[in-house]
């Protein structure tokens, strides 16, 4: 009886734990993975976007020069986040180069520069701290990757959910050991969770307590609509159509 007791208490605290919110927040963060103007656009009329993210990858989509897409995606942002991954392998030049893209984007933007973490990214994190910047830690695939980031001294650490569980490994699972731990520990880093394909993978996110996550365009679509939003407005706008005779 008392060790059931024991194992029911165990049982609840660890749920508890899996499941504790990010301490210092109140609201989810949702930012545009991608570098398309006209995505951004749109999302800035009526999405309440925190920033957009991007990558080498992303570029690529578009097929435009970073040159070009740089000063308009500073614009775009107005002052929200705006996270731009380096390309320099080497951490002095990972520097430079996170310099040239602030100068760039002056001040219109909440600069952050994204750091892949390999060895010289991890390198480059305390010297970029140093030189003043915020720093992101992207592609990490586990825990301890994100503790090591977070001990390196990142802003965010952007954990690749769709990529683990194309792995066989389980992507809410390492965003939530990651969350529990920076809770744990009390760190100010957070997670900006990345690498979405489905709804699903979004929603169980945040149940983590993980509350910041960068998104498709696509995605950022599907999780806001819903097909019984559009049926149920067009029945409204039917039913009071001769009722509303408010002038206004
Ligand atoms: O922000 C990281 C992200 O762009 C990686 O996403 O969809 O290429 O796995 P994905």
Sequence with gaps: MILTKICLFI?????????????NNSNMY???????????????????LQGVTTNPTILATENRKLS???????????????HVQMISEKAER?????????????????????????????RAIPMLKKAGFKVTATAIFTHQQALVAARAGANFVAPYV????????????????????????????????????????????????????TISYELLERLRSHPMTDTSVETFLKDGKNLYDIPF
């Design 11 to 23: 049982l609840h605290s660890s749920i508890i734990c899996t499941f504790a919110p990010e301490k």
């Design 94 to 122: 990972m520097v430079d180069e996170a310099k040239k893209y602030r100068e760039i984007t002056a001040d219109k933007c909440d600069f952050y520069a994204k750091i892949p973490i390999t060895e010289e990214g991890f």
């Design 30 to 48: 949702y930012l545009a993975d991608t570098a398309n103007i006209k995505e951004i656009e749109k999302l800035l009329r009526y999405f309440p």
């Design 68 to 82: 070009k897409i740089l000063p308009e995606l500073a614009n775009l942002m107005d002052g929200k986040m705006l």
């Design 162 to 213: 769709n990529r683990l569980d194309n792995i066989s490994s389980h992507g809410i699972e390492v965003v939530s050991h990651i969350v529990k731990s920076f809770n744990d520990f009390k760190l100010p880093t957070k997670v900006l969770a990345a690498s979405f394909k489905t709804v699903d993978q979004v929603h169980r996110v945040s149940l983590t307590g993980c509350y910041s996550a």
